[in-house]
């Protein structure tokens, strides 16, 4: 694998269901994001995790729960979505360097809510 | 105001013309200036990164910034069929968490 990988690449589910996006960076990378992407609207980052630390919480409900066991991988906990959550959601990583910060995306995880 | 500005296009041009796309930003501690080509239905990827005032080429790509003015342009030359998507601007404050802020993007469709 190169890159940055995510699984699953779609998924559908209903509100009261729970589940986990997976992120992994194959880079050697010591940042990784997360973002939304809704339509007709821009990229919105939801949070940033700094040499596994969580450093940004962008305001995102408490329904999305990120965790970064380790420098190559992210996640993302889903549980009791709402439709309006239906978007493409993003990972990234980058190499962290002021002022550099050249962030590279994964494919997404295009996710439906019933 | 929008922190990151661009007209959404379509901006239409035919095939072997130069491309120009805009975008403006409203925080005077912008750092660093990014251009991400999108394809409908794929994750963006990374084209040009710049961080000094001035042009910086890279292939049929030029990015310009100006930090007086606050804005940063993307030129594409010999524009290409395949050059068609959305290409998105952003932006990084001055912060240590690497934040990026996005543009809404602006659509390029290159016609033959």
């Known amino acids: 694998e190169t890159g940055v990988t995510q699984t699953p690449r779609h998924l559908v589910m209903g509100m009261t269901n729970k589940k986990s996006l997976k992120c992994e960076q194959h880079l050697g990378h010591n940042a990784m994001y997360w973002y939304k992407q809704s339509a007709k609207k821009p990229l919105e980052l939801m949070f940033v995790y700094s040499l596994e630390e969580r450093v940004e919480n962008n305001s995102v409900p408490s329904r999305f729960s990120p965790e970064c066991p380790n420098s190559s991988h992210l996640f993302l906990h889903l549980h009791t979505l709402q439709p309006e959550d239906s978007a493409l959601y993003l990972c990234?990583?980058?190499?962290?360097?002021?002022?550099?910060?050249?962030?590279?995306f994964g494919p997404g995880t295009r996710l439906t809510v019933l | 105001q929008k922190e990151v500005e661009q007209n959404s296009g379509p901006l239409s041009v035919p095939e072997g013309a130069i491309a120009s796309l805009n975008c403006t930003y409203s925080d005077r501690g912008s750092q660093s200036f990014f251009w991400y080509r999108q394809y409908s239905g794929k994750s963006p990827e990374l084209i040009m990164s710049?961080?000094?005032?001035g042009d910086k080429e890279d292939g049929r790509f030029t990015a310009q910034l100006n930090k007086a003015s606050q804005y940063v342009s993307l030129l594409i030359r010999d524009s290409q069929p395949s050059d068609s998507a959305t290409y998105l601007c952003?932006?990084?404050?001055?912060?240590?968490?690497?934040?990026?802020?996005f543009g809404q993007g602006t659509t390029l469709q290159v016609k033959p």
């Open positions: 952003a932006v990084r404050l001055w912060s240590n968490t690497g934040k990026l802020i």
């Open positions: 710049i961080y000094s005032n």
């Open positions: 990234a990583s980058s190499q962290e360097s002021l002022p550099y910060n050249e962030q590279f």
